[in-house]
T-cell receptor
Framework: GAVVSQHPSWVICKSGTSVKIECRSL??????MFWYRQFPKQSLMLMAT?????????EQGVEKDKFLINHASLTLSTLTVTSAHPEDSSFYIC?????????????FGEGSRLTVL | RKEVEQDPGPFNVPEGATVAFNCTYS??????FFWYRQDCRKEPKLLMS???SGNEDGRFTAQLNRASQYISLLIRDSKLSDSATYLC????????????????FGSGTQLTVLP
């Protein structure tokens, strides 16, 4: 299957700093990527839909100024957690959709575990 | 009410046992359904799609009842390696739009297969 890579896998940062997470589709072009967050023992929750060349669409309750998404190319989307606080500590996962149709198969990145001290 | 609800478990079963997971969904517009498997601290991986006619993949059988908005996963002859969290997932297929929400995840059912 297609490969989606996330980086970094683990990150620890101090409160107030910003953290950037990258999501790359390695062997296909992804017009649309999705960012999820998962707290311990909870489900994945969609944060935002990232579209190449346009603004991301955020889910209700997700602060767009805090979670900056950039999808500058067909193979890369980035999520920047700005002014991170301990409550932002979570497992962040991206997925990328193959092709343009919204029925295209989705592949997940390996996830990035953020710990804010 | 959550869009996709699952029994969180945990289910602790001996090797070789048969175990069944249930899932209900509230959005009748949901078109497609899947079971994903998520190992601890890893990303979810697609286990199988779920079809109205029911489908089987080796030891795994998935069924969908649209009238009851109910999905199930049956695992026969459980292996130690089946220990994981199983996520029930629904998918909306709307008009071709980048903004169409893709997947809604249940909170997962934790399975531990014991030797």
């Amino acid at each position: 299957g297609a490969v989606v890579s996330q980086h970094p896998s683990w990150v620890i940062c101090k409160s107030g700093t910003s953290v950037k997470i990258e999501c790359r589709s390695l062997d296909f072009q992804a017009t649309t990527m999705f960012w999820y967050r998962q707290f311990p023992k909870q489900s994945l929750m969609l944060m935002a839909t990232s579209n190449e060349g346009s603004k991301a669409t955020y889910e209700q309750g997700v602060e767009k100024d805090k979670f900056l998404i950039n999808h500058a190319s067909l193979t890369l989307s980035t999520l920047t957690v700005t002014s991170a606080h301990p409550e932002d500590s979570s497992f962040y996962i991206c997925s990328a959709r193959v092709g343009v149709s919204n029925t295209g198969e989705l592949f997940f990145g390996e996830g990035s575990r953020l710990t804010v001290l | 009410r959550k869009e996709v609800e699952q029994d969180p478990g945990p289910f602790n079963v001996p090797e070789g046992a048969t175990v069944a997971f249930n899932c209900t969904y509230s959005n009748s517009a949901s078109q497609s359904f899947f079971w994903y498997r998520q190992d601890c601290r890893k990303e979810p991986k697609l286990l199988m799609s779920v079809y109205s006619s029911g489908n089987e993949d080796g030891r795994f059988t998935a069924q969908l009842n649209r009238a009851s908005q109910y999905i199930s996963l049956l695992i026969r002859d459980s292996k130690l390696s089946d220990s994981a969290t199983y996520l029930c997932v629904s998918r909306l297929i709307g008009p071709p739009s980048p903004e169409a929400r893709q997947l809604t995840f249940g909170s997962g059912t934790q399975l531990t297969v014991l030797p």
